[in-house]
């Protein structure tokens, strides 16, 4: 065992925790523009009606729409939700990722002030998603109807430093590993 610390994992770590904020805010905003776009698709196509072809053909789109647009937008409504669990999986890989990490304690002073940075750059994402969320127009509605989602990212601060503590206690009291 490398007995001078793994800064590397550390850093590791901390990369981590940002990606799945960067990730989360792009999911977030993107769960809900392609959710109304694909709900908006699929009311307009709902009401097309009969189309004549001309001589003696006539297709009914409405139908047709609704056993393949429908069918399409009713799995993507369901990322709504699905958006949400995968962003909670992912605070759980931090937790097992802090898990397997072992530092010395010595650098708990440097994980420190990294963590504040999360903090930091957790409030600058918040504030971001909060513009979107507390908008007029139709994203911020769909946006309202994304639960889980819009409460991870809206307390993501409170979520970072929560989980980076844990983390940071995992990684430096040693469970699981005595130091050699």
């Not at 709900?39 to 047709?64: E, F, H, K, P, Q």
């Not at 397997?100 to 963590?115: A, C, D, S, T």
């Not at 940075?117 to 971001?128: D, R, T, Y």
């Not at 909060?130 to 127009?137: I, M, Q, S, V």
Request: hydrophobic share 50%; with cysteine.
């Amino acid at each position: 065992m490398n007995k001078k610390g793994q800064l590397g994992a550390i850093l590791g770590l901390v990369l981590f925790i940002l990606i799945l904020m960067g990730g989360a805010l792009v999911l977030g905003i993107g769960t809900g523009v392609v959710t109304y776009t694909s709900r908006t698709i699929n009311d307009v196509t709902s009401t097309l009606g009969v189309v004549d072809l001309g001589g003696d053909t006539a297709t009914n789109l409405s139908s047709i729409s609704d056993m393949t647009i429908g069918t399409v937008n009713s799995t993507i409504q369901m990322a709504k939700w699905g958006s949400g669990f995968l962003i909670v999986f992912a605070l759980l890989g931090v937790l097992l990722f802090a898990y397997g990490i072992k530092e010395r304690p010595y650098l708990i002073g440097f994980y420190f002030l990294l963590v504040i940075i999360l903090i930091i750059c957790s409030i600058f994402v918040s504030n971001m998603y909060e513009a979107f969320y507390n908008g007029t127009d139709d994203i911020a509605t769909e946006l309202h109807s994304m639960v889980i989602t819009s409460f991870l990212i809206l307390y993501m601060p409170h979520i970072i430093t929560l989980i980076s503590f844990i983390g940071g206690i995992i990684m430096f009291s040693g469970v699981g590993d005595e130091f050699q």
